[in-house]
């Protein structure tokens, strides 16, 4: 069975960090561009980070840039989202995406298998 399943989210306070997990099953993840999105209560999915090809440099949203950083462990399956200093804006449900090949976007249409989502709230 191919899956994605996300883990790490969780309630912490601003200027907190936290980690994000994506675990692949029936994946070679190194077949892959990989991505982590969000989607905030109201608001459309948005890209926060991706490698686009295996051994690829990261991409980020302007509105995480310093402050995330993602990586990937391709022997293991899996690929992660370390998040320092976090603000309240960054409270939405984070998602992990993968998509055959090279693909270097933030559009969410381009990627085939997503995870089921993990709640990140920022909050005092």
């Known amino acids: 069975v191919q899956r994605l399943v996300e883990s790490g989210g969780g309630l912490v306070q601003p200027g907190g960090s936290l980690r994000l997990s994506c675990a692949a099953s029936g994946f070679g993840l190194d077949g892959y561009a990989i991505a982590w999105f969000r989607q905030a209560p109201g608001k459309e999915r948005e890209g926060v980070s991706c490698i686009p090809d295996p051994d690829g440099s990261p991409h980020y949203a302007d509105s995480v840039k310093g402050r995330f950083t993602i990586s990937r462990d391709n022997a293991e399956n899996m690929f992660f989202l370390q998040m320092n200093n976090l603000k309240p804006e960054d409270t939405a449900v984070y998602y992990c995406?993968?998509?055959?090949?090279?693909?270097?976007?933030?559009?969410?249409?381009?990627?085939?298998?997503w995870g089921q989502g993990t709640q990140v709230t920022v909050s005092s």
């Open positions: 995406a993968i998509t055959p090949g090279v693909v270097m976007t933030f559009t969410p249409r381009a990627y085939e298998y």
